[in-house]
């Protein structure tokens, strides 16, 4: 029942909102297989040193969202999602280019540059990937 969170009390935005996003893009990657199930929310804060109530509610988003399964004295699971591993992932993948987006606007650079970067860093990316398989 291990789960990987990296948080960060001082960034600008808030924990539960940092488990939330950290969650979706695991199970969205496959990191977080279907059926696998979570650290219960008193676990999970106790571990990070979190109210419990910061856990519940971000448990409670990713139920709205689809991603995690309430199971009744019984911890959470993620949910199965048949035929939207594409989209999941596509979804993270847009959410992060937001963020570079907005980068990309505040430092004045065309939108044209920045998708070449963009495709050059992938480029790259797959390239050593690559080199490591080979």
């Known amino acids: ?19 939330v996003d950290q969650v979706r893009f695991q199970a969205a990657s496959g990191v977080l297989k279907a059926g696998q199930e979570l650290p219960s929310t008193r676990a999970l804060a106790a571990a990070h040193g979190l109210n419990p109530m910061t856990v519940s509610k971000a448990y409670t988003e990713l139920e709205r969202e689809g991603v995690l399964m309430r199971r009744p004295g019984l911890p959470h699971v993620v949910a199965d999602r048949p035929g939207n591993e594409a989209e999941d992932r596509e979804a993270e993948l847009v959410r992060a280019l937001e963020t570079a987006v907005a980068a990309a606007r505040q430092l004045g650079i065309e939108p044209e540059r920045a998708a070449t970067l963009f495709q050059r860093l992938l480029h790259e990316a797959l390239e050593g990937e690559n080199k490591k398989t080979t």
């Open 1 to 19: 029942m291990e789960i990987l969170l990296l948080l960060d009390r001082h960034a600008g935005s808030p924990v539960y909102r940092q488990i």
